[in-house]
């Protein structure tokens, strides 16, 4: 009798220790799925983070482009109203020339 009651007992306490294995087996596995979750998104983040970087520095980029650009576009501007300017002063010295020459004939 006192033989079956000892084993009852040691079944027992087997079942109990396979229910509290099973139960931190779990609790295991839900926090390995959450510290997934949460490397994913951190990951997610950091990729997030470092296109808007990556954003911000294209657009500074593209920014000093189109500065030195309307720079260029300004020096160009320049340059080609001094060469009408010059172009402009040839002519009128040509026909100053002309009206000169025409006056001594």
Known sequence: ???DDNENTMKKNQEKENLVN???NKNEEDKDEKN??????ANQTDKNLENK????EMNDDNGIEEKNDKIIEK????KDNKKDEANDQKIMNEQEENDHENDDD
């Open 75 to 78: 020096k160009d501007d320049k």
């Open 22 to 24: 099973d139960e931190e």
């Open 1 to 3: 009798c006192n033989a």
């Open 36 to 41: 997934k979750e949460i490397t994913e998104e």
């Open 53 to 56: 970087d990556n954003n911000v």
